[in-house]
């Protein structure tokens, strides 16, 4: 799995936190009420990045470990949610969401914005439900979103984010034959003296066959699995591969 480098990290946590915003409450009204949200089950933000999305569940006064590869990830999500850590509600910590194990069980794993989409091979996506599956409560969610081959299919291009103080170039391409996509993203980050540092990620998304993905579900232990939007997540749907973005509601 990719672990984002330092500068990258910063920019994530400045431009990129409209996706948390969103799905975040859509998640947390889900979990409410559910009987383990109800019964305020902790929650597992696997693969957490800056924070964002786990701090509108500390804000809800749910416990919460968050999870990241990336130590500078890590290091913002501590940072953004420091009153939580302090009091001891919260824990960010450096970890391979193909492969973990906590000290604590969760009545909630989420995992949000193509996250799992970035391992690299079917194994390493069924390493991640086996761990999941070990870190769930009995009757415990887990809720994560994937990119389709139809949303990937629109990586192609190139797309340019002026600014004074951040400027990035993406490049864009979807391979059909090694179905994954690539994101070579190059930025140039002004610092306190007024210089620019230079900086390049080059992001890729695994495209899985949904199918695919509830079948290891189930291989993994987990009961009802069930695909859905994320405007209703407690409504399944059909055709999944028709949708850009798919969002797995599991039960342990």
Known sequence: MQAYGRVFAKVYNLLWNDFADHVAPLIHDFYAATEPGQAHQPVLDLCCGTGRLSRYFLERDFRLVGLDLSEHM???????????????QAAFVQGDAANFEVAEKFGLTVSTYDALNHLPDAESLQGCFQSVFAALLEGGYFIFDLNTHVGLEHWNGITVRPGAEIYLINRGMYDENTVRAWTKITGFVRDESGLYER????VY??????ADVRAWLRAAGFGEVYYALEKDLSAPIENPEAQKRVYFVAQK
Not at 75 to 88: D, G, I, K, S, T
Not at 205 to 210: D, L, Q
């Open 199 to 202: 900086f390049e990620e080059t």
């Open 205 to 210: 998304n695994t495209v899985f066959a949904m």
């Open 74 to 88: 890590v290091a913002h999500a501590r940072q953004n949610n420091l009153e939580f850590v302090v009091a001891q």
